[in-house]
């Protein structure tokens, strides 16, 4: 075979340029051709390394297309034509649709606009034989038919539902175990009652309404409509359609909606953010769809039949039918009602009004009970009040009140007397509001006119004296169920009435209804009495001396226009607001993790693998061709210009390599979304993944093939510069022996360095967070790798040969054999190595579920509807629960947190999280930790103090820091989801138009809270006044005891209250993590594939290259059996090396994470992955040991002893 290249080479050589230091370009390319040509079968293997290695890279790429035109597939299929939404949280006209899409500038864009009724947080149950079967936090749609004309998947139903029918999904009737003609029950939120339920008039009871006996009509799969939702995930949701008359009437809410649903016309692409201030532009609401109402306010007095009535009030009452005006809306009414003199006004319940003597002690007889008393401006033309003697009053100070005549009579006050004022707290978590008091001077009495006729159902007072702006009943704004009845006996309120009624009470009320008994400052009103809800219950505008006509509906109409043309023009909100919801979805689809870098990262040692395999197989090809090498330089071409021949064959073999890898790609990325929607489905949740591929990334996996594996190739052509010309004449293609130990030297320097970079980089990884831990831990890993493979060369080279005639050992004999060639050798135990590092290392940091993750606490519920009852207080258990349930639970911990609704920010959800859930976390779970056993598993925080060390829950009391709320957050959904590392840094989420400005105090590690963000509930109630209740809730019970959460499942069935074991949440949660390590080692057994491959293609390259040897053994009298065996213990010897090296290098750079970080070695679990390795290894050693075996022993020992 020389003499055959050999003479190969002689006849080419004529063709080259008689200058030999500057070879023609056609000549040595048609050289480069030749040589391609006539070692074809070398480059085929090499072909196909490049080919692994091309495939890996190609198909990473094409998985991060797959998911992310996946996660895009989903929006559009969930979605359909639905591109913009408006939910609101009170209800509209639906007249608000239609009169949106005759508008000229919405047809140019848009298609339709469809009302709608969104309830994103219903419950469902269905009965069999006094079984219940329910599903909580669904989502309830209410459309028209039209609505399944926006389908774009042919999802549309059979049968569409009528009146009290219901269309499910197969997700929610799976969960239901009903069927087509079943009858289920849907509850809702009772919808009538808009006063917040935290305020004491506010009804915390009865807040859920049923609607049973839905007939199911179809079932639709989890397909297009079928799947709708409001965010993007990619689990699949349960969803229940029904008619919008159904839960319309139900709800009595005949002509009312709270969400519009808009579809895009022909080929116009989804509005962003600012096409829906656009829409918003284009709405017309009323003030009626923003629950508030202007009244005009007229207080006459009666004339003779010669003269008109004379006004002694007359203006217009702006009020909400929540009976408070938020914030926002008041802003709005001060720059709208500038130029009218209008003036806000704060009135408030009291539930007692009693005198104080000298020594400021209460008065007997009880005082006056429930009476409203009003904080109001003084100025004109509504103020001030006037006195007896008809003189204005002065402004009041903090701590002044003015009575009117009624009380002062009935109380024997006089100005300057003191008045203590019981009222409850204006805001209340538990059914029975806490009651305070506050004590004021008298300052004056106010007259008030008795009228000549009371009221009577819905007549008004007439009065033939002049009543005095005391005599203003409408102060006091409407409360269905107190204002509207005829008795003070027949008031509906949520608080029980305990104070005594007294007759003079109720008379009191039959003239005057609930005109207030006395007056404050608007300021000390706000002080006591504002919210968070709002700080006025009306705003009042005078009537001009000549309004346009004397029109009082006209003025109105004025006042109208001026509030919601000052609402557009400061772009507030107030609660009906278009959101981009396809916009938002297909910008979340890019992902929170991207899959191309993921599954590179993921496959970095198996492209490692697959270039040392290059590498290796490269090299045979030139060791095969050393002498032909040497002959070129022999006979005068330079030694660049033979590398650069070598480095062109090369290129062209990465290229054709890279080709076949390109296709090689597309097939390793079926097969990865195939497993990732099977066996690694843990990773995504739900097998969703379709294959998809993008021109970009086939050309980029092509072009990164041929980049690495070219340096792969020239890296393995640059060795050849150190060897003599003569000694490649011989065939040999390895340095001199005084080179080798030069090299041997410089290795073992460069061996350590490695190692000590390994072991920064291992301990630097423990401290960083996200990318950057994992490229440190790669990086890390890689160096310790490289390292012990220098080291283990140079060891290999030091290997004495001196003793073996002694010995004789077939175990000196293979290691002997092995260090004949110590580079192959060390490739050969690299890639054996880089796999067992790969999957020793990933068993390290393998989680599972611990009470820590949990807190201690061993079950998590949630609700579908708010909970108001104090579930961790034995009173409000026993009204709950009855007295013996409770007593069963009287050991129990229960802590409720607040909720804002958003996405999904735990590694579970692959779409990028644009509002996160917020969870509002009450002082009582700082106090729980301040003496539980169990607290959560804290990472890094800026606990300073001792406390905050001890409990950093404390952290959440910190002060804002510029404006900034403090926050915890778990550390995997910072780090992978929102991409915040370190604690003290900031963060912005927009919240309907809520900006919620956070900086984060502290990491929680590994728990059952991931995806939320934590903070305090004070800083909660600020940012959400009107999210009312609990509907998060941690149970802990006494060891033994697992009654809580069924009792309070069946006692909060009408509010959706679902309990889950919190480690069976916690598994769900790690199984993320736990799933890419799989896949990790997953690709570490690939790995080990190639490094069998790679193992056996040296093998047999060696014993072609020691047949003579071998053979003259068999010559010499050795049996076949026992040539068999020194050809089988260096296979082993390599094999060996290769696992032990992996091993050591992974227990090297996962020590600092056991030790200072998250890993941890389970002895169980290492032991089963360092099994089925050895079985694994020591498989493949026999098997390619066997082929190199029955190739020696079969092989002619003539034509072997001769060379041949």
């Known amino acids: 075979m020389r003499g055959l290249t050999t003479t190969y080479v002689l006849s080419i050589l004529p063709s080259l340029h008689h200058d030999f230091g500057d070879i023609d370009r056609m000549t040595s390319w048609r050289l480069v051709i030749r040589s391609l040509t006539f070692h074809w079968r070398v480059h085929a293997a090499v072909v196909l390394g490049v080919a692994a290695a091309t495939a890996v890279l190609t198909g990473a790429l094409l998985v991060g297309d797959s998911v992310r035109g996946s996660l895009r597939g989903l929006v559009l299929d969930r979605l359909g034509k639905i591109d913009a939404l408006l939910i609101a949280p009170r209800f509209f006209r639906s007249e608000l649709a239609s009169q949106l899409a005759t508008q000229p500038s919405f047809t140019e864009r848009y298609d339709r606009a469809i009302p709608a009724i969104l309830f994103p947080q219903g419950t469902v149950e269905h009965t069999i ?100 939702g409001l965010t993007p995930s990619q689990s699949l949701p349960m969803v229940a359609f029904t008619h919008l008359a159904t839960v319309q009437n139900s709800l009595r809410l005949e002509g009312q909606v709270n969400a519009i649903m808009v579809s895009s016309a022909g080929d116009h692409p989804p509005p962003n953010a600012e096409d829906c201030l656009e829409l918003n532009r284009l709405l017309k609401p009323r003030l009626g769809d923003y629950g508030l109402s202007l009244t005009q306010i007229r207080l006459p007095v009666k004339g003779d039949s010669t003269k008109a009535d004379k006004l002694v009030l007359d203006y217009t009452s702006l009020t909400s039918d929540r009976m408070i005006l938020d914030d926002e809306v008041a802003s709005v009414a001060t720059n709208a009602f500038a130029g009218y003199s209008a003036q806000g006004v704060l009135t408030y319940l009291a539930n007692a009004l009693i005198p104080l003597d000298d020594q400021g002690q209460e008065t007997p007889g009880g005082g006056v009970p429930y009476s409203t008393v009003a904080a109001v401006d003084s100025r004109a033309p509504l103020g001030p009040l006037v006195g007896p003697d008809g003189e204005p009053l002065p402004p009041l100070a903090d701590d002044e009140i003015i009575v009117n005549s009624w009380v002062a009579e009935d109380q024997d006050l006089v100005a300057g007397g003191r008045l203590r004022v019981y009222y409850y707290l204006p805001e209340t978590t538990d059914r029975q509001p806490q009651e305070t008091y506050r004590d004021f001077t008298v300052k004056a009495i106010v007259p008030i006119t008795t009228p000549a006729k009371p009221f009577s159902g819905e007549r008004s007072a007439v009065y033939d004296l002049p009543p005095t702006l005391a005599n203003d009943k409408d102060l006091t704004p409407e409360v269905r169920g107190v204002t509207d009845q005829d008795s003070i006996e027949n008031w509906d309120t949520p608080f029980d009435l305990e104070r005594e009624v007294r007759a003079q009470d109720e008379r009191y009320y039959d003239l005057h209804r609930l005109t207030p008994k006395a007056f404050v400052s608007l300021s000390t009103g706000q002080s006591l009495w504002g919210s968070r809800f709002g700080a006025h219950t009306s705003w009042r505008i005078p009537t001009p001396s000549n309004p346009p006509g004397r029109d009082s509906q006209a003025f109105r109409q004025q006042l109208a226009d001026a509030f919601l043309k000052q609402a557009e023009k400061s772009q507030a909100r107030l609660g009906l607001a278009f959101q981009p919801i396809k916009w938002q979805g297909l910008t979340a689809a890019s992902g929170t993790t991207p899959f191309d870098v993921l599954f590179i990262a993921l496959s970095s040692f198996l492209i490692a693998a697959a270039l040392m395999l290059v590498s290796l ?588």
């Open 129 to 228: 034989d006094d079984r219940v079967s329910r599903a909580s936090r669904i989502l309830i749609v209410a459309t028209p038919s039209s609505f399944w004309e926006l389908d774009t998947k042919a999802t549309r139903p059979k049968v569409l539902p009528g009146e009290d029918e219901v269309v499910l999904n197969e997700p929610l009737a799976r969960e239901l175990g009903v069927t087509v003609g079943n009858s289920i029950t849907m509850r809702l939120p009772e919808a009538a009652n808009a006063i917040p339920a935290e305020s004491p008039l506010g009804e915390k009871e009865d807040r859920v309404r049923g609607i049973p006996g839905l007939k199911v009509v179809a079932i639709v799969p989890a397909d297009g409509l079928g799947r709708f």
């Open 617 to 1204: 197989l490269f090299r045979l090809g030139v060791d095969q061709r050393a002498d032909q090498l040497g002959l070129l330089l022999a006979v005068g071409i330079p030694r660049a210009q033979t590398a650069r021949l070598l480095r062109r064959e090369g290129t062209l073999v990465a290229a054709a390599g890279s080709l076949l890898g390109v296709g090689l790609g597309v097939g390793y990325a079926w097969l990865m979304l195939a497993g990732l929607r099977t066996i690694w489905l843990g990773a995504v949740v739900t097998p969703f993944l379709v294959f998809h591929a993008s021109t970009f990334s086939l050309i980029a996996g092509y072009l990164l093939g041929i980049l690495v594996c070219s340096l792969t190739i020239g890296h393995a052509v640059r060795r050849l510069k150190l060897i003599p010309a003569r000694r490649l004449l011989t065939g040999l293609a390895s340095a001199e022996p005084q080179q080798q130990a030069s090299q041997s030297k410089w290795g073992r320097k460069s061996g350590w360095c490695l190692l000590a970079i390994a072991l920064v980089l291992a301990v630097a990884a423990t401290q960083l967070g996200g990318e950057a831990q994992a490229g440190a831990f790669v990086a890390g890993g890689a160096a310790v790798l490289t390292g012990l493979l220098l080291l283990f060369r140079q060891r290999l080279e030091r290997i004495p040969t001196s003793g073996l005639d002694a010995t004789l050992s077939l175990s000196r004999l293979a290691i002997s054999s092995a260090r004949r060639n110590p580079g192959r050798s060390s490739l050969t135990v690299g890639l054996i190595a880089s796999a067992s590092f790969l999957i020793a290392a990933m068993s390290s940091f393998r989680l599972d579920a611990s009470l820590e993750g949990a807190g201690g606490f061993e079950s998590i519920a949630e609700s579908s509807l708010p909970v108001f009852v104090d579930l961790n207080a034995p009173l409000g258990r026993a009204e709950l629960l009855g007295q013996e349930a409770n007593a069963k639970l009287a050991e129990s911990v229960i802590l409720p947190l607040r909720v804002r609704p958003g996405d999904d920010a735990s590694c579970n959800n692959l779409y990028s999280a644009l509002r996160p859930r917020v969870l509002g976390v009450p002082p009582a779970l700082g106090r729980h930790f301040d003496q539980a056993d169990t607290s959560f598993s804290w990472g890094p925080s800026l606990a300073e103090t001792e406390e905050e060390q001890k409990n950093p829950w404390k952290l959440l009391d910190r002060p804002k820091q510029d404006g900034a709320i403090p926050v915890v957050i778990d550390q995997n959904t910072a780090m992978f989801s929102l991409g915040i590392y370190a604690p003290g840094s900031h963060a912005s989420f927009d919240y309907d138009g809520v900006q919620l400005d956070l900086y984060v105090v502290g990491f929680l590690k590994n728990s059952v809270l991931q995806g939320n963000l934590l903070i305090s509930e004070t800083h909660f109630q600020d940012r959400f006044p009107d999210i009312a209740g609990y509907r998060y809730f941690l149970i802990h019970s006494p060891d033994g005891q697992t009654q809580a959460a069924p009792l309070l499942e069946d006692a909060l069935s009408d509010q959706g209250f679902d309990a889950r074991a919190s480690r069976e949440l916690l598994d769900s949660l790690l199984a993320v993590q736990n799933t890419y390590l799989s896949t990790f080692q997953s690709l570490g057994a690939l790995g080990l594939l190639l490094g069998t491959f790679g193992l056996s293609t040296v093998q047999l390259r060696n014993v072609l290259e020691r047949r003579a040897e071998l053979a003259l053994l068999r010559a010499s009298g050795f049996q076949h059996r026992r040539v068999g065996r020194i050809v089988l213990w260096e296979n082993l010897f390599l094999l060996l090396g290769g696992l032990g090296l992996g091993i050591l290098a992974a227990l090297y750079a996962v020590m600092p994470h056991i030790l200072l970080g998250d890993a941890a070695i389970s002895a169980d679990r290492f032991g089963r992955d360092l099994a089925i390795m050895l079985a694994l290894v020591v498989a493949a050693g026999l098997l390619t040991g066997l082929i190199a075996v029955r190739w020696t022993v079969r092989a002619p020992l003539i034509a072997a002893l001769r060379g041949d």
